[in-house]
């Protein structure tokens, strides 16, 4: 993950976007050329847009990674969203917003 550069992408919305969900796709399409196993997932927070992050199958357990905050690791603890920067440890946040559900998008 670390030498993907998509989070070098700029965020953009209106017609010509590229917002989370193509983050998302670009380092899944990026890792299967390299053999990972990797899937888009879709996050709905309660009264909120919807969300993109990476998952990584490994042997290890699954991995959760958010590519349009420049590559945090992500996890989902009693429906909560906690990520935190592969880069610099001391750079963690909680975002306190009820996860209603989430899928694996294998269509990619």
Same mark, same amino acid.
């Given at each position: 993950?670390?030498?993907?550069?998509t989070s070098?992408?700029?965020?953009?919305?209106?017609?010509?976007?590229?917002? =989370?969900?193509?983050?998302?796709?670009?380092?899944?399409l990026n890792?299967?050329?390299?053999?990972?196993?990797?899937?888009?997932?879709?996050?709905?927070?309660?009264? =909120?847009?919807?969300?993109?992050?990476?998952?990584?199958?490994?042997?290890?357990?699954?991995?959760?990674?958010?590519?349009?905050?420049?590559?945090?690791?992500?996890?989902?603890?009693?429906?909560?969203?906690?990520?935190?920067?592969m880069t610099?440890?001391?750079?963690?946040?909680?975002?306190?917003?009820?996860?209603?559900?989430?899928?694996?998008?294998?269509?990619?």
């Amino acid at each position: 993950m670390l030498s993907d550069n998509t989070s070098d992408n700029a965020y953009t919305t209106g017609v010509e976007r590229y917002t =989370c969900g193509y983050f998302a796709r670009d380092v899944v399409l990026n890792a299967r050329k390299q053999g990972f196993d990797a899937y888009r997932v879709i996050i709905t927070w309660e009264g =909120c847009a919807s969300h993109a992050i990476v998952l990584f199958k490994t042997d290890s357990g699954d991995i959760y990674v958010d590519a349009t905050q420049g590559d945090w690791w992500v996890e989902i603890i009693d429906g909560r969203y906690y990520s935190w920067s592969m880069t610099d440890d001391s750079v963690h946040s909680w975002y306190d917003l009820p996860v209603l559900y989430y899928f694996i998008d294998e269509r990619l």
